[in-house]
């Protein structure tokens, strides 16, 4: 089964999330609890992209704790044709520019959502792009 690899410690937002993609796209979730676990899951040809929330904090990674534009930075630097969907609640003119500039994230989504339409249209684009390239792994 395709695989999305979500990273969020809003838990009810996870939940939304996961219903979503699992009930309404056809996608299995797997949430880590580490960097080193999110890593090893992006490295899976199963994991069609990788959302992560922003500004999530306090994410362990070696010890010690990096945000959620760090865990994008981290995927995209290891496999740079995963794509990652940032998220986030802080939504100020210009943060979602400044996020996906500093992160090298594919797309960024308000939360909360208008809708789960935007959810699955934004990994559905992103997933199809990806196959379009003829991409599984080619970084």
Same mark, same amino acid.
């Given at each position: 089964m395709?695989?999305?690899v979500l990273v969020e410690d809003d838990s009810s937002v996870a939940a939304y999330f996961s219903y979503v993609l699992e009930k309404l796209g056809g996608f299995s979730v797997d949430r880590p609890?580490?960097?080193?676990?999110?890593?090893?899951l992006a490295l899976?040809?199963?994991t069609m992209a990788v959302i992560v929330d922003a500004t999530l904090r306090f994410f362990p990674y070696?010890?010690?704790?990096?945000?959620?534009?760090? =865990? #994008?930075? @981290?995927?995209k630097?290891?496999?740079?044709?995963?794509p990652v969907v940032l998220t986030s609640a802080r939504v100020m003119p210009g943060d979602r520019d400044q996020f996906l500039s500093s992160s090298r994230a594919d797309d960024f989504l308000a939360k909360p959502l208008g809708n789960h339409h935007e959810l699955?249209?934004? =990994? #559905?684009? @992103?997933?199809?792009a990806r196959a379009s390239r003829g991409s599984r792994r080619g970084d």
């Open positions: 395709k695989r999305i609890a580490t960097g080193e676990d999110t890593l090893r899976d040809p199963r070696h010890g010690g704790p990096i945000d959620g534009v760090e =865990v #994008a930075r @981290l995927v630097a290891q496999s740079a044709h995963l699955l249209d934004a =990994v #559905a684009n @992103l997933t199809a």
